[in-house]
T-cell receptor, first 113, second 112 residues
């Protein structure tokens, strides 16, 4: 089954404790992205990657890091989480090309206390 | 600054009625306008999309109407069903670019 998987699905952590949210896709897509979803704000892009070792900032990159060492994986790293990073996070992927549909993972709900 | 403005925030429709969600944008470089549907606990999923070279696109009960001069587009759900109850997001991008700009979402409830 074609899918985007994220782990963990739920995470409660404390301020300053480094964490990583993993994302993996099995569709051989070139493009991968991370979004955060907040009430009243919709989804906002954090980082994206056009291929292995190629990443760039989205609209809200502050406080986040990413890496793309393999085509299928695109982890999101919070080196020092803060309460304002409490949010619902989605990973997405799509094939290269003008009309590529984005496929979203199931989401990771992060709470930083 | 919200690149894509969406309204209403919430919508309640009787079963069999028409649901209408509206979006507006400013950036005339946008050339791809998808609508995503999200059920609770799930990620958004593409519902229907349109490019600005057409004024309307229909897929089953779902229709996008696009008004290029007004920089507005809308989603119409005909014969709305309780199973359509979800949050709907409009979005826009340039050249199918990797960055989709999303609206703030509309929570649709269809009452049996």
């Amino acid at each position: 089954e074609a899918q985007v998987t994220q782990n963990p699905r739920y995470l409660i952590t404390v301020t300053g404790k480094k964490l990583t949210v993993t994302c993996s896709q099995n569709m051989n897509h070139e493009y991968m992205s991370w979004y955060r979803q907040d009430p009243g704000l919709g989804l906002r892009q954090i980082y994206y990657s056009m291929n292995v070792e190629v990443t760039d900032k989205g609209d809200v990159p502050e406080g986040y890091k990413v890496s793309r060492k393999e085509k299928r994986n695109f982890p999101l790293i919070l080196e020092s989480p803060s309460p304002n990073q409490t949010s619902l996070y989605f990973c997405a992927s799509r094939r290269a090309g003008v009309s590529g549909e984005q496929y979203f993972g199931p989401g990771t709900r992060l709470t930083v206390t | 600054q919200q690149q894509v403005k969406q309204s209403p925030q919430s919508l309640i429709v009787q079963k069999g009625g028409i649901s209408i969600i509206n979006c507006a944008y400013e950036n005339t470089a946008f050339d791809y306008f998808p609508w995503y549907q999200q059920f609770p606990g799930k990620g958004p999923a593409l519902l229907i999309a349109i490019r600005p070279d057409v004024s309307e696109k229909k897929e089953g009960r779902f229709t996008i109407s696009f008004n290029k001069s007004a920089k507005q587009f809308s989603l119409h759900i005909m014969d709305s069903q309780p199973g359509d109850s979800a949050t709907y997001f409009c979005a826009a991008s340039i050249g199918g670019a990797n960055n989709l700009f999303f609206g703030t979402g509309t929570r649709l409830t269809v009452i049996p």
